[in-house]
């Protein structure tokens, strides 16, 4: 198996950088894809960096995750707080998976400090803007590196 993550973006995380600045700056989703496809190679891994606006691409990808990375890094966006379905689909595939958000959602509306995500998730990582994704990439690589040996 390949040294390989899949990095999956969701819903209106293509919009980074024109987006309510005031909440998650100005940093785009392609700053972000090149800071984890660095932080990778820097490991040794690979970085397979998606984004999708639609539930059901997400879902696939997250099976496709199974033949194709050792584990997989999302932020699922607004389907964060609404879908079982991701639940369900990171549980199919049992790969570990790091949850991350760029802001603090446990600051932010009621609405948003539930997660359907986190109880299927390895650890979740929120309110530290894009660094959350680097960070993630390495506990991750540590992760499936330690579990090897
Ligand atoms: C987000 C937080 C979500 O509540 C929100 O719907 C997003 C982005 C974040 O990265 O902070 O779209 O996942």
Same mark, same amino acid.
């Given at each position: 198996?390949?040294?390989? /993550?899949?990095?999956?973006?969701?819903?209106? !995380?293509?919009?980074?950088? $024109?987006?309510?600045?005031?909440?998650?700056?100005?940093?785009?989703?392609?700053?972000?894809?090149?800071?984890?496809?660095?932080?990778?190679?820097?490991?040794? #891994?690979?970085?397979?960096? *998606?984004?999708?606006? &639609?539930?059901?691409?997400?879902?696939? #990808?997250? &099976?496709?995750?199974?033949?194709?990375? *050792?584990?997989?890094?999302?932020?699922?966006?607004?389907?964060? +707080?609404? %879908?079982?379905? /991701?639940?369900?689909?990171?549980?199919?595939?049992? !790969?570990?998976?790091?949850?991350? +958000?760029?802001?603090?959602? &446990?600051?932010?509306?009621?609405? *948003? +400090?539930?997660?359907?995500?986190?109880?299927?998730? $390895?650890?979740?990582?929120?309110? /530290?803007?894009?660094?959350?994704?680097?960070?993630?990439?390495?506990? !991750?690589?540590? +992760? /499936?590196?330690? %579990?090897?040996?």
């Amino acid at each position: 198996m390949t040294n390989t /993550l899949f990095v999956l973006n969701g819903p209106n !995380l293509n919009m980074l950088g $024109l987006r309510e600045p005031g909440i998650y700056g100005s940093t785009t989703l392609n700053d972000i894809r090149d800071m984890c496809l660095e932080k990778a190679a820097s490991m040794g #891994w690979t970085v397979d960096f *998606r984004q999708s606006n &639609h539930e059901g691409v997400l879902i696939d #990808w997250i &099976h496709e995750a199974r033949e194709k990375s *050792r584990g997989i890094i999302i932020n699922p966006a607004a389907y964060t +707080h609404t %879908s079982v379905a /991701l639940q369900d689909a990171i549980r199919a595939v049992s !790969l570990p998976v790091i949850e991350v +958000h760029l802001s603090n959602i &446990h600051a932010r509306e009621s609405f *948003r +400090h539930h997660s359907y995500v986190s109880p299927a998730a $390895l650890g979740v990582i929120c309110g /530290l803007n894009a660094k959350g994704y680097t960070v993630a990439i390495e506990a !991750l690589v540590e +992760h /499936l590196e330690k %579990s090897q040996a």
